[in-house]
């Protein structure tokens, strides 16, 4: 749970996943094989660590959780899409008062 933007409180199932992941990650016996999951844990190689200049910042290596928000991808694009070009003829509009309210205060063409 987070407790505010920068801080999460660890319930007893967020501290057994990291430990057993932690665990498998280490080949222990019994521990389950370890994979990669988005958003929680990479296993990131030396090579890897060095292209990013070895910086350890997880989201680096991590990625994010990919969300699932149930809207099929071409639904949501059309969506997006529509929306960015209603965005775009508003932002035109305003540019074009902008420069008129500009142009009446004699700063204008």
């Not at 680096?60 to 960015?84: C, H, I, N, S």
């Amino acid at each position: 749970e987070m407790v505010d933007r920068t801080h999460r409180e660890l319930t007893a199932a967020d501290i057994a996943r990291i430990a057993d992941t932690y665990h498998a990650w280490r080949g222990e016996k019994d521990a389950g094989e370890y994979e990669d999951v988005p958003g929680f844990c990479k296993n990131a190689t030396l090579e890897e660590i060095r292209k990013h200049g070895h910086v350890l910042t997880p989201g680096r290596y991590v990625g994010m959780e990919p969300e699932d928000d149930g809207e099929p991808f071409e639904e949501k694009m059309t969506r997006l899409v529509a929306q960015l070009r209603e965005q775009q003829a508003e932002a035109t509009k305003l540019d074009e008062a902008i420069a008129a309210n500009l142009k009446g205060l004699g700063y204008g063409e």
